[in-house]
């Protein structure tokens, strides 16, 4: 059986694909399956994706989806389906977590709930085979039960490593995964909900690869072309202190580029911030999402203090490593006062940049709980795009225009901590930083 992945854009900035195809395709391959790739880019048309269906001669279509992604994609998948009769399954963060929406949009047959790799085999076995494809385990088949999950893969070393020309990645520029889940309890994330998925079944889905097998990909890569940058795509890198204390010197020794990862300031400390920078690490993405410890607390269930997260700063600036920061705005619940210590947290911390979001309750998650049952949904929120730029709750102590106000102040801060990295130019004199700085703020 042939699958043809397509990857849906909605905007043009991201530098690589959905991982999943990327794990999904090597591992389908292995067992005797045939996989390739399209990306259709914002400019494409339906038109271009049909030709590529054409090209391709696939047995079935796969659809990587977060929720961004989705409304593009139901109306692309609609109007592919009025033109070739191809099966059309759909697995990631969105489906695994509203398969019976997904399923009830014309022309997807199949949702992936959880991992894809032993699933997606199975159902290309089953209809290689002509059998009927309900009772495989991780697959719903439209009309059919809900199947129990298919237990995490082990050892996740024996997965094959990830298809970079799926991933689609700028040549040298690496994105890798050492870990799969996490174990906090943020109540806005849907990374954590995988390990509830699993949990509601008896199943425990965090596992972590060896470094060897770390290093090995890393050095395959190498071996078949340029090797510039690292982008560890792990939920928290620096979870395991023991791990990533041996895994940091192999990586300087055998490896030794540049490289980035994402952390949680309380899991990260002093002597950990120069383990990674001596390693080459050069920007650690950390969440801040508020500066209300109220907020944070209460609502977020992240318990670090505004102490903690100052004082992180300070060491990764001090080890010569780019701290960059996402915040938040207009979560259920926050008021004009949280906002503002928000702002005032942000200016005050050492950061080399940062981003900030508009929340968006992603289907799954406790947050997305909470606005249903508190009613902050409107009725049409399926129909709202996830664009973090607007609310689209009916919040009950923030207007949109509050939420406006707390946006452009973020924008203008973040406007001054650029220019303030280069203090001897005006913003007359860099005008491509100040198209970036906007365009970021009017993309998300
Ligand atoms: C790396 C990453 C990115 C990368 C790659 C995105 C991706 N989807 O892989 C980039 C930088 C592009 C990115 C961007 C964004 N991301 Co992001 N990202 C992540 C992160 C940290 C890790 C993903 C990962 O490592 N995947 C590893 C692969 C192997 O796992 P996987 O994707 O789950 O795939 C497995 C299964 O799901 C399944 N599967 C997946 N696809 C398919 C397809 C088929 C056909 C089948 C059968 C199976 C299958 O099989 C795979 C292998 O087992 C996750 C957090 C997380 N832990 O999930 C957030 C996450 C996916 N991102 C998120 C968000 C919000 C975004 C953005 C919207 C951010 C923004 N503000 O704009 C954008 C949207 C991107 C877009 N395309 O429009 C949210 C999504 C929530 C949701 N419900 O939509 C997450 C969950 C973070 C969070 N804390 O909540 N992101
Ligand atoms: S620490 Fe990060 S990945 Fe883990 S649950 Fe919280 S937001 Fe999600």
């Not at 949009?105 to 991992?115: K, Q």
């Not at 505004?306 to 600036?317: G, K, L, P, Y």
């Not at 939420?403 to 005006?426: G, H, N, V």
């Given at each position: 059986m042939k699958i043809l992945f397509i990857e849906v854009d909605t905007e043009a900035a991201w530098t690589v694909a959905s991982l999943g195809p990327g794990a999904v395709a090597p591992y389908v391959r292995q067992?005797?399956?045939?996989?390739?790739?399209?990306?259709?880019?914002?400019?494409?048309?339906?038109r271009d994706v049909l030709a590529e269906i054409r090209r391709h001669q696939p047995d079935i279509l796969g659809f990587s989806l977060?929720?961004?992604?989705?409304?593009?994609?139901?109306?692309?998948?609609?109007?592919?389906?009025?033109?070739v009769d191809i099966p059309v399954i759909a697995g990631g963060?969105?489906?695994?977590?509203?398969?019976?929406?997904?399923?009830?949009?014309?022309?997807?047959?199949?949702?992936?709930?959880?991992?894809?790799?032993?699933?997606?085999?199975?159902?290309?076995?089953?209809?290689?085979?002509?059998?009927?494809?309900?009772?495989i385990d991780g697959i719903w088949t439209r009309g059919g039960q809900r199947p129990s999950m298919r237990a995490p893969f082990e050892p996740i070393d024996d997965l094959p490593f990830m298809d970079r020309a799926v991933l689609d990645e700028p040549e040298g520029v690496i994105h890798m995964n050492t870990q799969r889940g996490c174990p906090f309890v943020c109540t806005y994330c849907a990374a954590r909900m995988w390990n509830e998925l699993y949990e509601k079944e008896g199943r425990f889905y965090g596992r972590r690869r060896s470094h060897q097998n770390v290093l090995q990909e890393l050095e395959t890569i190498r071996a078949n072309g340029p090797l510039r940058w690292v982008n560890f795509l792990d939920d928290?890198?620096?979870?395991?202190?023991?791990?990533?204390?041996?895994?940091?010197?192999?990586?300087?020794?055998?490896?030794?580029?540049?490289?980035?990862?994402l952390s949680r300031v309380d899991t990260i400390d002093e002597r950990m911030v120069h383990m990674l920078a001596d390693a080459g690490c050069k920007m650690i993405t950390y969440g801040v999402e508020s500066g209300s410890e109220r907020v944070?607390?209460?609502?977020?269930?992240?318990?670090?203090?505004?102490?903690?997260?100052?004082?992180?700063?300070?060491?990764?600036?001090?080890?010569?490593?780019?701290?960059i920061n996402n915040y938040m705005i207009g979560l259920p619940g926050e008021t004009r006062d949280d906002l503002d210590q928000t702002v005032a947290l942000a200016s005050q911390i050492k950061q080399?940049?940062?981003?900030?979001?508009?929340?968006?309750?992603?289907?799954?998650?406790?947050l997305f709980q909470t606005c249903k049952e508190q009613g902050l949904l409107p009725p049409d929120y399926l129909e709202l795009p996830a664009n973090h730029r607007g609310s689209i709750l009916r919040l009950k102590h923030l207007t949109n225009?509050?939420?406006?106000?707390?946006?452009?102040?973020?924008?203008?801060?973040?406007?001054?901590?650029?220019?303030?990295?280069?203090?001897?130019?005006?913003?007359?004199?860099?005008?491509?930083?100040?198209?970036?700085?906007?365009?970021?703020?009017?993309?998300?």
């Open positions: 067992q005797g399956h045939e996989a390739s790739f399209f990306r259709a880019r914002v400019h494409h048309t339906v977060v929720t961004k992604q989705w409304q593009r994609a139901r109306k692309m998948v609609a109007e592919i389906r009025r033109e963060l969105h489906p695994t977590f509203s398969p019976e929406e997904v399923l009830s949009n014309p022309g997807f047959d199949y949702v992936c709930l959880g991992e894809g790799e032993e699933s997606t085999q199975a159902l290309l076995d089953t209809l290689e085979a002509g059998q009927p494809t309900e009772g928290i890198f620096t979870l395991d202190r023991e791990w990533v204390a041996s895994f940091t010197p192999l990586y300087k020794k055998h490896i030794g580029v540049g490289f980035s990862v944070r607390k209460r609502i977020l269930h992240r318990p670090m203090t505004n102490e903690r997260i100052a004082q992180v700063m300070d060491w990764t600036h001090a080890a010569g490593i780019m701290a080399f940049d940062f981003a900030y979001y508009v929340f968006y309750p992603y289907p799954g998650t406790k225009a509050d939420i406006q106000e707390y946006y452009d102040k973020m924008t203008a801060l973040r406007m001054r901590i650029c220019l303030a990295r280069e203090p001897t130019k005006s913003m007359e004199d860099q005008p491509e930083l100040v198209a970036h700085v906007s365009r970021v703020a009017t993309t998300f």
